[in-house]
């Protein structure tokens, strides 16, 4: 039995197609479904069963014998919450309750962490888990100090020669886009943004640069397709004797112009880019370039291309966003 926290949102959806795909069964989605069209992301899964957050611990306690592995995706996602109460309760102190009870149970534990934790990226996007070296990054939001919070504490206890999960990996995901995205409201990827609004104006809007050295529209990310991370959690899945924190992402930053060109390519149309101000809510805590070092995942064994910016939207945008069924 294979558990996914969060197995209803947009990544965790996206592994559930993959493990599915496997043809693994037994699989377990721990999540909320709302009142919105969440449910839409599983709906073509076969699953053992849906058990809401709060009786997570009681259905893992009745079915320790039968569960190999946790993916914990679940989280509260959004790079703009406030309640950081909610934060810890949701991503640091939750995700540590599931270590703890891989380690005493057996199971193999694969939890998300973030290139939030890179903070405006003075640091650098190393993947070094040592204490020493995490101790130099400096989140810029509370998502952020919950994922580093989290990594943090894991390196701490496998320094420690504490108990540990059988196999355990943390995987900073980098910007994400692909299906299932849609129940993500204002934290949706660029691509599910900018499409509507060209097709209902013509043009899209990007954030204008407030940074000498960025062009409006030239901020930099890497923006990585769901596919790829699905693929990566399956290697990791498929490699038992591998552990340790990673990056998730392209390895290359691409510019939100780069982006959006992608998106006009898509549907064959020329490019109309309106730059808009960015709320001043965000300016000071906004980061102007990403970009994951893979290094450590490919040292690790991990070998697969990874998909090209160009080559994922079309994807996204002619096998999803264009269809009248837009789920994975």
């Known amino acids: 039995m294979i558990v996914v926290t969060g197995g209803a949102g947009f990544i965790g959806s ?12 037994d699989l377990v989605v721990i999540d909320r479904l709302g009142q919105d069209e969440k ?7 076969e699953l053992a ?14 079915h320790a014998a039968e569960i190999d592995a946790i993916f914990h995706l679940g989280a509260v996602s959004s790079t703009t919450e406030t309640d950081a109460d909610l934060i810890n309760q949701s991503n ?18 694969i939890y998300a962490s973030s290139a939030a934790t890179y903070g ?6 190393e993947d070094d888990a040592s204490i020493a070296a995490l101790a130099q990054l400096k989140p810029l939001n509370a998502y952020g100090w919950s994922k580093h919070a989290t990594d943090r504490r894991i390196a701490r206890l ?22 299932n995205e849609y129940h993500k409201g204002g934290q949706k990827s660029v691509v599910a943004h900018i499409l509507p609004q ?11 640069s407030y940074r000498p050295d960025y062009a409006d529209g030239g901020q930099l990310r890497d923006f990585v397709w769901v596919g790829d991370i699905v693929d990566i959690m399956l290697w990791a899945y498929d490699h038992p004797a591998v ?10 930053a691409r510019s939100f112009r780069n982006l959006a060109d992608a998106v006009f390519a898509a549907i064959s149309v020329r490019p109309n880019i309106e730059y808009i101000d960015m709320p001043e809510s965000l300016r000071a805590k906004y980061q102007y370039f990403t970009e994951a070092r893979m290094d450590r995942l490919r040292a690790a064994g991990y070998d697969r291309p990874l998909t090209p910016l160009a080559e994922g939207v079309k994807a996204y945008v002619q096998d999803y966003l264009l269809q009248d069924d837009p789920y994975a």
């Not at 380690?103 to 534990?109: D, H």
């Not at 060209?198 to 204008?208: D, E």
């Not at 924190?245 to 392209?250: C, D, K, P, R, V």
């Open 243 to 252: 552990s340790g924190l990673f990056n998730a992402g392209s390895g290359q």
């Open 92 to 109: 640091f102190a939750l995700t540590l309750k599931l270590w703890d009870w891989c380690c005493w149970r057996g199971a193999r534990f």
């Open 39 to 45: 449910w839409r992301n599983i709906a073509k899964r």
């Open 120 to 125: 405006d990226g003075a640091q650098g996007f």
């Open 49 to 62: 069963a849906v058990v809401p957050p709060e009786e997570t611990f009681a259905f893992l306690d009745a």
């Open 198 to 208: 060209i097709q209902a104006t013509g043009r899209a809007k990007l954030f204008k």
């Open 158 to 179: 496998v320094a420690g020669d504490g108990p540990v999960p059988p196999q355990w990996l943390g995987l900073k995901f980098f910007n994400v886009y692909g299906p």
């Open 14 to 25: 996206n592994l559930l197609r993959g493990l599915e795909a496997r043809g693994l069964h």
